[in-house]
């Protein structure tokens, strides 16, 4: 079992930046590729980004790249989210999750998620 516990969510104007944190306790974290989903009140979970083990590789939308970065650090056991030049479309829950082998933008192929942190971004 891998337990993940998101933080640093809240409200920002749009324009600000936030970054979320991903706390990972259970199991080996270098073994799992980390995405960042988020789901709005009525839509989808949909994908944000992900990252492979050892941090080489990103992946994001179009939505949020070149504003959005994902990181980990394998020795704290944690995966970021920075966020950058937020828009109110921005705001919904965002979910950490944890999956062994390549990183995917699919949410079934992740087997661990955190409970997620709100993000509110007021126009």
């Known amino acids: 079992q891998v337990q993940l516990v998101e933080s640093g969510g809240g409200l920002v104007q749009a324009g600000g930046s936030l970054r979320l944190s991903c706390a990972a306790s259970g199991r080996t974290f270098s073994d799992y590729a980390m995405g960042w989903f988020r789901q709005a009140p009525g839509k989808e979970r949909e994908f944000v980004a992900a990252i492979n083990w050892s941090g080489d590789n990103t992946y994001y939308p179009n939505s949020v790249k070149g504003r959005f970065t994902i990181s980990r650090d394998n020795a704290k056991n944690t995966v970021y989210l920075q966020m950058n030049s937020l828009k109110p479309e921005d705001t919904a829950v965002y979910y950490c999750?944890?999956?062994?082998?390549?990183?995917?933008?699919?949410?079934?192929?992740?087997?661990?998620w955190g409970q997620g942190t709100q993000v509110t971004v007021s126009s």
């Open positions: 999750a944890a999956k062994l082998g390549s990183a995917s933008y699919y949410v079934p192929r992740y087997d661990y």
